[in-house]
């Protein structure tokens, strides 16, 4: 509940913040899904499911021409993933010999299964072209919080050069790499927006990482590790439909 309320709250501060009245500003609050996944180049094997997750947000647009507008959004989205992947490295196992420890240099290998929850608030500033009477195209940078991330998981790994006499093997061993997540992060962003009426909008919007979601000292993921997520969404105009600025257009 404290995350509904924290959504409601920073929602309301942005409409006040542009509380003036104005032919060219038109007010719109969405909800949708997303379905993607924090995605690397994978190696061998390697395997995972999207994830489909809830939307929710409120946006401005502001039409300074017949054509060209700027469409300013806040959203809060979950981005959620499933994900298997192959390990391997070098380490030290630390082995008794005669009474005394020694540390042997050897090599890993495992599998890793874990998944991704994690919440965002969204911050996508659109730049808005008008093709038609129906569409906008939209594209612009996105700026990304994390709210509430989650990444966790279990781990069959077996160290040892030789896989059948392995010097330790260590099943189902639970991992939690929720601290190493990013809070900040940054995309590009590029869509749609389809006037189904006067007040209904059918927004297809893309994002792709700039950035990995994870902290630079993080150093499992050799590879950078980018949210790259579609989301679809249906917006409804509020409002007085006079302040519409696709229909003050339309009457020019």
Request: hydrophobic share 35%; proline share 4%.
């Amino acid at each position: 509940m404290s995350f509904i309320r924290l959504f409601v709250i920073i929602t309301v501060l942005y409409f006040l913040q542009f509380g003036v009245r104005a032919q060219n500003i038109a007010y719109d609050i969405k909800a949708g899904a997303n379905v993607g996944t924090p995605y690397s180049k994978p190696t061998v094997n390697d395997s995972g499911k999207v994830g489909i997750g809830p939307v929710l947000g409120a946006f401005i647009n502001y039409t300074f021409s017949k054509c060209f507008g700027v469409h300013a959004e806040l959203s809060c989205a979950y981005k959620c993933a499933s994900f298997q992947t192959f390990i391997s490295g070098d380490t030290n196992y630390p082995e008794t010999i005669l009474g005394k420890p020694y540390k042997i240099h050897t090599q890993y290998t495992g599998w890793v299964k874990g998944a991704f929850k994690n919440y965002y608030f969204d911050f996508p500033v659109f730049l808005a072209y008008k093709i038609s009477e129906k569409f906008n195209l939209l594209a612009g940078p996105q700026i990304s919080y994390l709210l509430k991330g989650k990444n966790t998981g279990t781990a069959d790994v077996e160290v040892g050069v030789n896989p059948k006499y392995p010097y330790t093997t260590v099943d189902n061993a639970p991992f939690d790499e929720s601290n190493e997540l990013n809070k900040w992060d940054y995309s590009l962003a590029c869509g749609t927006s389809y006037e189904a009426t006067k007040r209904l909008f059918l927004n297809l919007t893309a994002s792709y990482g700039l950035r990995s979601i994870y902290k630079k000292s993080y150093t499992q993921a050799a590879r950078k590790v980018r949210n790259i997520y579609l989301q679809l969404s249906a917006a409804f105009r509020i409002g007085h439909i006079k302040d519409n600025p696709v229909t003050e257009n339309k009457t020019q």
